[in-house]
């Protein structure tokens, strides 16, 4: 089972109908179609049922939506896990006017040094 197919099941069971999923996900229509038939396929199970107001979930597709919704939930979890965001905040250095020059210019281009007040 691809996980790409997941993502598409997910956003159709949310948005209902192909277009607004395909929106979602920046994709063409016809590559839902496809990744949602491929995910049928490789589960066996028909998730969705066509309505004239788009796509409702079968009694598979409800119970393949918790899954998936878990799937969903344990690799945003893992990503959040192993994302080394870089340091945020204030840095002051105390140096003479020559080196603070030095070390602002070098550690973002085009960041200049501000004398410090008092």
Not at 46 to 56: A, I, K, Q, S, T
């Amino acid at each position: 089972m691809d996980w790409e197919d997941v993502r598409f099941f997910l956003a159709l069971a949310r948005r209902g109908s192909l277009s607004a999923a395909a929106r979602h996900l920046h994709v063409n229509h016809a590559t839902v179609a496809r990744r949602i038939g491929a995910l049928e396929a490789a589960l066996g199970q028909v998730l969705f049922e066509r309505r004239p107001d788009g796509y409702g979930l079968t009694r598979n597709g409800e119970a393949a939506l918790e899954a998936a919704a878990a799937m969903e939930a344990s690799a945003l979890a893992l990503s959040d896990a192993v994302r080394h965001d870089e340091p945020q905040g204030t840095v002051r250095v105390t140096a003479v006017p020559s080196v603070a020059r030095l070390v602002a210019a070098g550690s973002r281009p085009g960041a200049a040094a501000r004398p410090a007040a008092g």
